[in-house]
């Protein structure tokens, strides 16, 4: 119980506070400044706390100065959103002791939030981009009538009236805006040059995906400080690189690679956006990497809207595409199909068959050479020369033609054929294993072709010697190889089969109505369920750094999870979701990094196969957690705070992937 002298000890205390939001009849702190406050409202706080269970999703905490009432309000999207949406509020009466809770995630105008940063301390890591925001709604005199826009539907009506929006945490007003035209917007491109110490993800991209070979020479078009020219040439590469305000003298030369990375989308001026693809499709020998950025269900970015793109407020422009949208703009203006490689990452390929080769390599399974079982005498005197041949075959599932061996000399001039060589490598080793290294590479195959069907499957003239080689030996005909595909390809549309193949699949975790691998388990399912996750990542290749696919079976959907933890925390954290709609092809990307009580895994080994390297590790300790009662309530652990409780509940402890009894 709060006595009338102590509340008013309390509304002293809150009027004196230098920390929060004063309003008539309240303080208003973010969670993160409670610490901040001085001993008696820490003290009240406590007492209010008390009475409520579980308080680790409160944002705002409200403290009443016309009753002894404290309430806990929720907004998830503090720091993201910039006048983010009250989900839940949890008053409790100190006069009665009485806790009620209301809802409002499902409300159609929730009230919202101005002037984050006086929630907060000065501290805060975000306060003065809160501060920079308020700033320019003051001088625009949209905070003027505070009892108006409190909530969405009042907020986003005075914003439609006045021609305004907001991307990110800056104002944004269309270029035909009456605010626009009393501006003269003088576009700085040069301004949207980063500085780094490191390759940008597009050439890095391009470098993890084997395009650079040691004689490649590479070519950035637009190469603002020049750092991807400067690591490049590090790395052993010949590259240069022109920019019309860093480099403007730099010749423009031919390259076998040449970027155009995140060009195209700074370039304000429709006609000269078009050239400048153009211009370096030109310099093009081998394969051209175009970047742009691109949104993917979120277009707050803290920029103002111009032409058909934004005006930062750096004075620098920006056009935001649509993933596909980038990739129709790519292909219209070049005549060329591109290749996803990321999220606003393209690859555009000179020739066709090195384009079908690197699609086709894509989705090669990562296999091992069988073991030598056997000893053969014959063998081990052989065995240096047979060894790329064993290699070779591990890589293609197949023996090689003409050519395609360095060594093939060396080995028909002792064993006179291929055919009688692999004999021998056969008597060495499990004949069983490299039949199952030709069904998967038949496998891999089959998911190419099905896939390519989407884009114009190419005649067996346009593929790469090495795939026509393929098809040959593990179809016997291109057309049988793709009368199979069209076969996979009308299963997948269906989701009875998806649905059946998920639920008695060996590899992956049992979900509700879906199932969730490790990326390096991908290619041990089935083809159809392999073909199925490549309908999204053709169209939008993967999330970077995403480890878990999940694969829905009761709709059409398949989500790219980022754990960066996976391998080193035994319960890592969810920091980011891209989830793909085959049924409209539409994205949604969940940045959920500051999320204070993340989701978490458990169960880790369910989502790999038996030969990842911390596999035995991770079925030990499920194993023992399962032991000790742990894992019983499945929804209670699903976050970071349940899961931690549960331990202490347990009076156990986990350090690295071990389980101990607490100290």
């Known amino acids: ?71 806990y309000l929720y907004y998830p999207d503090f720091d993201r959103d910039p006048h983010p949406q009250l989900h839940q509020s949890i008053m409790v009466d100190l006069a009665t002791e009485q806790v009620s809770v209301r809802q ?18 000065t501290d805060y890591p975000l306060y003065q981009t809160f501060a920079e925001l308020t700033k320019e709604e003051v001088a625009l005199g949209l905070l003027d009538n505070s009892h108006h826009i409190g909530t969405l539907q009042e907020w986003t009506r005075l914003l439609l009236e006045q021609g305004i929006s907001l991307v990110g ?130 277009r707050r970015r803290g920029l103002v809207a111009y032409g058909d793109g934004l005006v930062t407020n750096r004075n620098t422009f920006q056009k935001y595409y649509e993933q596909e949208e980038l990739k129709l703009y790519i292909d219209q203006v070049l005549g060329v199909e591109s290749i ?64 395609e061996l360095d060594s093939e000399a060396a080995i028909k001039a002792e064993f006179r054929s291929y055919q009688r060589a692999f004999k021998l490598v056969l008597q060495a080793t499990n004949r069983d294993e490299w039949e199952a290294i030709t069904e998967k590479r038949r496998q891999d195959l089959l998911v190419y072709l099905a896939l390519s069907k989407f884009s114009g499957r190419p005649t067996i003239r346009k593929l790469a010697p090495e795939i026509k080689a393929d098809v040959k030996a593990l179809f016997g005909s291109y057309k049988q190889a793709c009368t199979i595909a069209d076969i996979l390809l009308i299963n997948v549309g269906d989701l009875k089969k998806i649905a059946n193949l998920c639920q008695t699949s060996g590899i992956g975790k049992q979900l509700t109505n879906a199932i969730a691998v490790h990326v390096s388990a991908l290619e041990k399912l089935p083809p159809l369920l ?44 969810l920091e980011a979701t891209m ?53 019983e309530n499945s929804d209670a652990i699903r976050r970071l705070h349940g899961w931690l409780r549960c331990l202490k509940e347990h009076e156990v402890k986990i350090e690295g992937h071990k389980l101990s009894n607490s100290d």
């Open 169 to 298: 945490h800056h104002v944004a007003c269309p270029i035909d805006s009456p605010l626009a035209r009393k501006q003269t917007i003088l576009i700085e491109r040069h301004k949207a040059a980063l500085k780094r110490s490191e390759l940008s993800r597009p050439v890095r991209v391009a470098l993890e995906a084997d395009l650079f070979k040691s004689e490649t020479t590479f070519f950035d078009y637009g190469c603002g400080y020049g750092e991807d020219v400067k690591q490049l040439e590090n790395l052993g590469y010949s590259s240069s690189g022109w920019d019309p305000y860093y480099r403007p003298h730099t010749n423009l030369e031919p390259a076998d690679i040449v970027n155009l990375g995140y060009i195209i989308n700074v370039i304000e001026d429709i006609a000269e956006r078009r050239q400048a693809l153009i211009k370096a499709w030109e310099l093009t020998h081998k394969v051209l990497i175009v970047s742009a950025q691109v949104l993917v269900d979120d």
């Open 1 to 71: 119980m709060v006595t009338l002298e102590k509340f008013s000890t309390i509304v002293s205390s809150c009027k004196k506070s230098t920390v929060g939001k004063h309003l008539p009849s309240a303080l208003y702190v973010h969670s993160d400044a409670l610490s901040k406050l001085d001993s008696v409202l820490r003290d009240y706080e406590t007492q209010a706390r008390k009475l409520v269970k579980n308080l680790d999703r409160a944002t705002i905490v409200k403290l009443a100065t016309d009753r002894p009432k404290v309430s």
């Open 340 to 403: 996803p490689a990321g999220l606003g990452i393209y690859l555009v390929f000179r020739h066709e068959a090195e384009a079908e080769f690197f699609r086709a390599s894509r989705l090669y399974s990562r296999l091992s050479t069988p073991r030598i079982q056997t000893q053969v005498r014959n063998f081990e005197d052989y065995q240096e020369l047979l060894t790329p041949l064993m290699n070779f075959y591990t890589k293609r599932g197949r023996l090689p033609v003409k050519d």
């Open 579 to 631: 989830e793909v709609d085959l049924h409209n092809l539409s994205v949604t990307y969940h940045d959920i990094s500051d999320e204070t009580n993340p989701l978490i895994l458990h169960q880790k080994d369910a989502l790999v196969a038996p030969d990842y390297p911390s596999y035995k590790k991770f079925v030990r300790l499920t194993k023992k957690e399962q032991k000790s009662g742990l894992l």
């Open 530 to 573: 392999r073909l199925y996750e490549g309908c999204a990542s053709r169209n939008f290749y993967r999330l970077e750094n995403a480890n878990i696919i999940k694969l829905y079976y009761n709709k059409p959907k398949i989500t790219y999870l980022v754990y960066p933890e996976f391998d080193t925390q035994a319960h890592p954290a």
């Open 104 to 121: 409002y995630h499902n409300s159609h105008n929730p009230p919202i939030l101005h002037r984050k940063e006086t929630f907060v301390g």
